[in-house]
């Protein structure tokens, strides 16, 4: 059974830093692309950030280029999204997802505020 | 940037009704390799995304054959043909043909009538 598991969210104040993971079991980690995708609340779904299966390409949404950074550890299947300088508008459920929108966790929530 | 706007936002039903949900893209979601990638989801209350069609028409594992996919273009539709009380929620039309950049429409909630 294909599980992908999100943590690291939580409460933070803006301009601060936050690291995401996406544990994934089920399937062969290492052979799929990544995707990580938002909600803010009450909110429809926003594409954030995208990595191959092998690091190799990497692409961001402009809302968050040069602010945060997605990477992967394939012998851990882990996928990892790094969050810095932090906003408001970042407050958000943060789901991982396959590539291909075939699989996604639960979802971990981050809120930015003082 | 792609624009993927479906209609319409709400959609109330009642049980057994069938329904329709549109998708319009800014842009042809022709891929020059000949796929379509646009892909229906569904997100339940409380509840993760989940796919229910994929390459226009094509339905996912699992997904009961009430749903339906057609379109080509800039124009898709998804249908329900009687509608089930699991079926509530809102429904998301996405795009992969203009990758790196992956666009979600707004959503479409349907709702009991």
């Known amino acids: 059974e294909v599980q992908l598991v999100e943590s690291g969210g939580g409460l933070v104040q803006p301009g601060r830093s936050l690291k995401l993971s996406c544990v994934a079991s089920g399937f062969t980690f290492s052979n799929y692309g990544m995707n990580w995708i938002r909600q803010a609340p009450g909110k429809g779904l926003e594409w954030v950030a995208y990595i191959s299966s092998g690091s190799s390409y990497i692409y961001y949404a402009e809302t968050v280029k040069g602010r945060f950074t997605i990477s992967r550890d394939n012998a851990k299947n882990t996928l990892y999204l790094q969050m810095t300088s932090l906003r408001s508008e970042d407050t958000a459920l943060y789901y991982c997802a396959r590539l291909g929108f075939d699989y996604w966790g639960q979802g971990v929530m981050v809120t930015v505020s003082s | 940037d792609v624009v993927l706007t479906q209609t319409p936002p709400t959609l109330s039903a009642t049980i057994g009704q069938s329904v329709s949900i549109s998708c319009r893209s800014s842009q042809s979601l022709l891929h020059s390799n000949g796929n379509t990638y646009l892909n229906w989801l569904l997100q339940r209350p409380g509840q993760p995304p989940q796919l229910l069609i994929y390459?226009?028409?094509r339905l996912e594992s699992g997904v009961p054959n009430r749903f339906s996919g057609s379109g080509s273009g800039t124009d898709f539709t998804l249908k329900i043909s009687g509608v089930e009380a699991e079926d509530l929620g809102v429904y998301y039309c996405?795009?992969?043909?203009?990758?790196?950049?992956?666009?979600f429409g707004g959503g479409t909630k349907l709702e009991l009538k």
């Open positions: 390459l226009v028409s």
């Open positions: 996405v795009q992969s043909t203009h990758a790196p950049t992956w666009t």
